[in-house]
């Protein structure tokens, strides 16, 4: 058995990231590509104008670190990117061609990029899983290879033809899949390289000194070539290569060639762990994908559907908008990328580009193989909130601060603190002021009596943390006290405000969070500071600014790695009547309630899940999304000592009285138009009941929905 899942959330937060980037100019997702790891997911993106550009995301949807500014792909032309294990190169064809390694995460993956410049354009790269970049091309072909890069190159032969379709390489060999051509010979090969290259001298000589491990007739058929390589432990391999749309493949081994009928028609195919993962289709039908152990594949001379381990269904089969140039399967074959295509013209061409609207991630979970033990195949249950989680540092990341609105108990406060990594906390009130949160006098005992010293306010602290952290060395000091870090800071600032080229390096993110944000007076509490928090203007960015604050007269700025998380309940004021300075700056993320967190949820015979829907929808109905209550309410009741108990306190004491405020002066709606609400009578007034009568009053307002 096998269960698929689509990672639902995971290609929404991509798009609506990118929108943030890209959207003014108009993008598309031209290709992505899936680790072998399952990890991660590396993208390119092509804008109106034909730029293009990479970002590299978890499979979660959220941004890899060091990939939120994305890197250029200098190259309009055809560029081809190769997933790695920690690494990845992108081939691109623009003339006289070129081949960049980019590490998987870092802090400025550009600049630690390793960059292949060829003197003429290669006809096909690859990149291996140990690292080497194979090339075949001219055999006057020429490159430079800076330290760290192994290029193993395949001259193309003088007086024959060779079609490369898979490789991949031991410690010390390189394997190749290829299709030979020479005048009336026509075959299909596994050839393998020994390492380091024997010398040779024409491209002759290194066609005929590669070691042939397998031969059989060429594959029939002129549609795109989809074929994988094998090593396996014993020191054999297997090889298959099909064609795409063919309803056979081709299978090559030390021991035997043949021919294998498939179940469809061919789209995509990999080696993996657990065998040869299969995409086939059927015109008219649907998209089937599995696994084929190597033991039946080695034997097969047509593969069916009892074949396959643990076969599942993708949806219907459109030939126009698959492609194996969007698939992908994980190694140990638990995460699936399958991207259905459309098409936009560029110039007098067109290209495809990944659709908007559907899945294409996918998490397999499998049953253990014989003999397998299930520790280490599980795949364990995604924390609760972490899609929500790194969309908002998502945001973050891109405008500096944002806050978290909607109705009361949807966990707000929570959800902030999960984001926050060690937060500096602090809420709102109508007292609160500048002189509170960025500097002002306060009194202090002096010798002589009460003096008025100027006070750094918690923003201001927090400021002055971060950007001491992203000093160079030359102005920290190990252990540093507060007036220490404040000092370095204040030097860097006048010699960088004087004009001096001093460099940040932000090793840390540090984190704000502002409970009730509106209930505080902003632009009192922010005062000529509201500006700075403008990513554009804080430190590094384009319009950088360093302001002198009016109280002590320091200069002051904000870090780029200081993040503010803003809490507000919809319910106690509405975002239209937010400074419309702070809208400007603030994203906004809507945190609503979530039944669904309930489910499986009972106390008395009465389903959370159920009756929180059934509250809502009365509100709602009434009173709009905004006044609705959120599952924290019911979070803990389930597993309390005595849950029917804590049921009666929270509803009698905390839920009923939101009812009366919410239907103040109509309340006889609440019983006549809502049959099974029973607890608050035509007048207003709580109707207070024993348990036994308030636990069959809830399972009828439940059954009433």
């Not at 051509?181 to 390289?193: M, S, T």
């Not at 047509?302 to 030939?319: A, K, N, Q």
């Not at 110039?347 to 014989?370: C, K, M, S, T």
Request: aromatic letters at 12%; glycine letters at 10%; charged letters at 25%.
């Amino acid at each position: 058995m096998v269960e698929v899942e689509p990672i639902r959330n995971s290609f929404y937060s991509i798009n609506t990231f990118l929108k943030t980037e890209y959207e003014e100019f108009g993008f598309v997702i031209e290709e992505a590509a899936l680790f072998p790891s399952g990890e991660y997911l590396v993208v390119m993106v092509r804008l109106e104008d034909d730029s293009r550009f990479l970002h590299v995301f978890n499979t979660n949807g959220s941004v890899a670190q060091g990939w939120e500014k994305g890197v250029a792909v200098p190259c309009a032309d055809e560029a081809i990117l190769l997933p790695g294990e920690n690494e990845f190169a992108v081939f691109t064809k623009c003339s006289p061609g070129r081949a960049v390694i980019y590490p998987v995460t870092s802090q400025d993956p550009e600049k630690e990029s390793l960059v292949v410049d060829f003197s003429k354009v290669p006809l096909y790269v690859s990149f291996t899983p140990r690292k080497r970049l194979v090339v075949f091309g001219d055999p006057t072909l020429d490159y430079m290879v800076p330290e760290g890069v192994r290029v193993v190159k395949l001259p193309t032969p003088a007086d024959g033809y060779a079609y490369l379709h898979a490789i991949t390489d031991s410690d010390d060999a390189v394997y190749v899949l290829y299709t030979w051509k020479d005048g009336q010979k026509h075959e299909l090969r596994v050839g393998r390289i020994n390492l380091p290259v024997f010398p040779y001298y024409t491209p002759r000589q290194f066609w005929e000194g590669m070691e042939r491990l397998a031969s059989t007739g060429p594959l029939r058929g002129g549609r795109k070539p989809v074929g994988d390589l094998y090593l396996m432990d014993n020191g054999s391999f297997v090889a298959v290569l099909g064609s795409k749309g063919s309803r056979e493949i081709v299978l090559l081994s030390p021991e035997k060639s043949r021919s294998i009928l498939l179940p469809g028609e061919l789209i995509y195919l990999r080696f993996t762990s657990r065998g040869l993962f299969l995409i086939t289709g059927v015109y008219g039908g649907g998209i089937n994908a599995g696994v084929v152990s190597l033991e039946r594949l080695l034997e097969a001379r047509e593969i069916g559907r009892d074949d396959f381990e643990g076969l599942f269904s993708l949806g219907r089969y459109v030939p126009g908008v698959v492609d194996p140039k969007y698939a992908g399967v994980s190694e140990d074959c638990r995460i699936l990328y399958f991207g259905r295509t459309a098409y936009r013209a560029m110039g007098q061409r067109f290209y495809y580009y990944l659709r908007r609207d559907v899945d294409y991630l996918y998490e397999i979970r499998w049953e253990a193989l014989p003999g397998e033990s299930r520790e280490g195949l599980e795949t364990p249950e995604p924390e609760e909130g972490v899609e929500e989680v790194e969309s908002i540092r998502t945001l973050l990341r891109k405008f500096g601060q944002v806050i978290l609105y909607g109705p009361p108990g949807t966990g707000k406060t929570y959800l902030a603190r999960k984001v926050a990594v060690k937060p500096e906390f602090v809420s709102f009130h109508q007292s609160f002021s500048y002189e509170d949160f960025v500097e002002g006098f306060r009194p202090t005992k002096g010798s002589g009596g009460v003096v008025y010293d100027v006070v750094d306010g918690v923003f201001k602290r927090i400021s002055i943390e971060a950007i001491y952290d992203s000093l160079p060395e030359k102005f920290r000091k190990k252990n540093a006290t507060y007036g220490e870090m404040k000092k370095a800071v204040l030097e860097f600032l006048e010699r960088r405000k004087a004009g001096e080229n001093l460099k940040l390096a932000p090793k840390r993110e540090f984190y704000l969070v502002i409970d009730e944000i509106n209930r505080g007076n902003i632009s009192r509490i922010f005062g000529e500071l509201i500006t700075l928090l403008d990513t554009d203007k804080r430190l590094g960015g384009p319009s950088e600014t360093i302001v002198r604050l009016p109280y002590s007269g320091e200069l002051f700025a904000v870090p780029p790695n200081l993040y503010i998380i803003g809490t507000m309940n919809s319910a106690d004021r509405s975002i239209a009547l937010l400074d419309i300075a702070l809208r400007r700056r603030f994203a906004f993320y809507e945190v609503l309630p979530r039944p669904e967190l309930l489910a499986g949820m009972e106390v008395g015979g009465v389903s959370m899940e159920h009756l929180l829907s059934r509250l809502n929808s009365i509100i709602e109905r009434e009173k709009g999304k905004d006044y609705t209550i959120g599952h924290g309410y019911f979070l803990d009741i389930a597993s309390s000592e005595n849950p029917e108990e804590d049921l009666y306190l929270v509803f009698y004491h905390k839920i009923l009285p939101l009812f009366q405020e919410y239907f103040y002066g109509s309340w006889e709606q609440l019983g006549s138009f809502y049959p099974g609400f029973e607890f608050i009578d035509d007048r207003g007034r709580i109707v207070m009941m024993d348990r036994e009568s308030f636990m069959e009053a809830l399972r009828r307002l439940v059954r009433a929905e």
